[in-house]
């Protein structure tokens, strides 16, 4: 079984900063890729930021140049760091983990349970 687990989330006002974390754990061969998405109440989610094999990044146009996505390989993590915060980042934000659980297999996405993030003053 995999397990994909973030922190980090909180209330913050505009301008301020937060570091989300998200750990994949269990019985994982390789990771793909892993990322950010995030949902406001009202909304689709969305997709923030994906660090892909080799590195290469994608960002969400909203949050370029205020969010930084990095992971630690050999840890299995991914962070977000967010600087800048505005009222409509408010959202949940979700971990996702495209991941092999043996080797051969096809990559199978696995998502965290949520970590709310509220901007306002």
């Known amino acids: 079984q995999v397990q994909v687990v973030e922190s980090g989330g909180g209330s913050v006002q505009p301008g301020e900063s937060l570091r989300l974390s998200c750990t994949a754990t269990?019985?994982?061969?390789?990771?793909?890729?892993m990322g950010w998405h995030r949902q406001a109440p009202g909304k689709q989610r969305e997709l923030v930021a994906l660090i892909q094999p080799g590195g290469n990044t994608i960002y969400a146009d909203s949050v370029r140049g205020r969010f930084a996505i990095s992971r630690d390989y050999a840890k299995n993590a991914v962070f977000l760091q967010m600087n800048n915060l505005k009222p409509e980042d408010t959202a949940v934000y979700y971990c996702i983990a495209d991941l092999q659980e043996a080797r051969g297999t096809v990559p199978v996405d696995y998502w965290g349970q949520g970590t709310q993030v509220t901007v306002s003053s």
């Open positions: 269990g019985n994982i061969f390789s990771i793909v890729a």
